[in-house]
């Protein structure tokens, strides 16, 4: 297999059922400790109707890359450096703000990490969903209440009609979220971003919640982008997987390839730091050794290779290049290929297949 890397992405070239394409993206924030590079060239696409999950540790730049599609990038200390973020066609770094705002909660909507900081404690829930339809759909207040009622009614939220008028700290943090996904549906958005949407969550909840937004995902037929730490929890919602770490895109292949062939030592520790069922009892957890980097001072090379079992010396003193492993599976690695190599034969092991 010949290692190669990616070619540029020509915009005129873009497939027409690519709905986001995002190329080369560097969004920068300034500090005291120096220039932090939350998100250092990245590049990948979202299909029409289907859902991407972009997974990695806490730092690795996840919700700077969704913030930065809404260009939600508090400046100064942030700015988006350089790059391209074309959604439906459109240039979303070179519109004018006014533009931005009406594609904002109307064609693209954002679940935000904690919905108590994310949903005003002044307002009561049904004025909150009320807005966004009035200000987008140019609904009246009769019709937007209406709507606001028939929202919550379809994210399950019990009595909506009666609680609507409360405020949100008379809800649970599954109800909430449950609000959160009523006001970033509201609109039927093109594309919904959910950032860490079951954080602090129990595990019967989120569940809850993952199925609601597959469930609605399939009815509204959006697009769906679901940011996470965890890769067991995008297991069964995604179509594809970006792996991020320290920045930069480290792995992205469609997620069945990923689960089976994983082509990067990152992935692979992710993978492993994962619960299995069969876990053996009093067998200690995987997990990667070592803590993500400081991103205001990367160390030369592979931000990874403080911490990875496969590094060698070429390793921390070159960057690696973003090798192709099949037409859709792409890993920043030196030894993306031996990585690759040894995942197929250890699924081929546990399969019981012969291995030459």
Do not use: W
């Not at 792409?330 to 197929?344: I, T």
């Amino acid at each position: 297999m010949n290692s190669k890397t990616i070619p540029s992405t020509d915009k005129t070239a873009l497939h027409h059922d690519t709905l986001l394409s995002i190329k080369d993206l560097r969004t920068y924030f300034q500090t005291e400790d120096g220039v932090v590079k939350a998100v250092d060239g990245v590049s990948f696409e979202l299909k029409r109707g289907e859902t991407l999950g972009i997974v990695g540790e806490s730092g690795s730049g996840k919700s700077v890359t969704s913030l930065s599609v809404l260009r939600l990038i508090p400046q100064p200390p942030g700015r988006i450096v350089s790059g391209e973020i074309f959604f439906a066609g459109q240039d979303i770094l070179s519109l004018p703000f006014k533009e931005v705002r009406k594609i904002r909660g109307r064609r693209i909507s954002m679940i935000f990490q904690d919905p108590m900081t994310s949903l005003n404690p002044f307002m009561r829930i049904s004025r909150q969903l009320m807005e966004i339809t009035k200000l987008h759909l140019g609904h009246t207040k009769a019709q937007a209440y209406k709507h606001a009622i028939e929202m919550l009614e379809r994210v399950g939220l019990p009595d909506a009609s009666t609680r609507a008028d409360n405020y949100p700290h008379e809800f649970s943090g599954g109800m909430r979220q449950r609000v959160m996904i009523a006001m970033a549906l509201s609109c039927e958005p093109e594309l919904l971003i959910a950032d860490e949407p079951t954080t602090a969550l129990d595990v019967t909840i989120q569940a809850q919640i993952l199925e609601l937004i597959k469930n609605l995902k399939s009815k509204t037929g959006a697009s769906v982008i679901l940011i996470t730490h965890d890769l067991g929890i995008v297991a069964g919602m995604t179509d594809h997987i970006v792996v991020m770490y320290a920045g930069k895109v480290f792995e992205q292949s469609p997620t069945r390839e990923l689960f089976a062939r994983p082509g990067n030592p990152y992935t692979k520790g992710l993978l492993r730091s994962v619960p299995a069922p069969a876990r053996v009892d009093g067998e200690e957890l995987y997990q990667i050794p070592g803590l993500p980097p400081d991103v205001a001072h990367l160390p030369p090379g592979c931000p990874f290779a403080p911490r990875c079992e496969r590094a060698e010396e070429i390793c921390r003193r070159e960057l690696p290049p973003l090798v192709q492993l099949t037409p859709d599976h792409h890993s920043l690695c030196h030894f993306a290929e031996d990585v690759y190599a040894q995942s197929r034969r250890e699924r081929e092991t546990r399969a019981g297949i012969s291995v030459p």
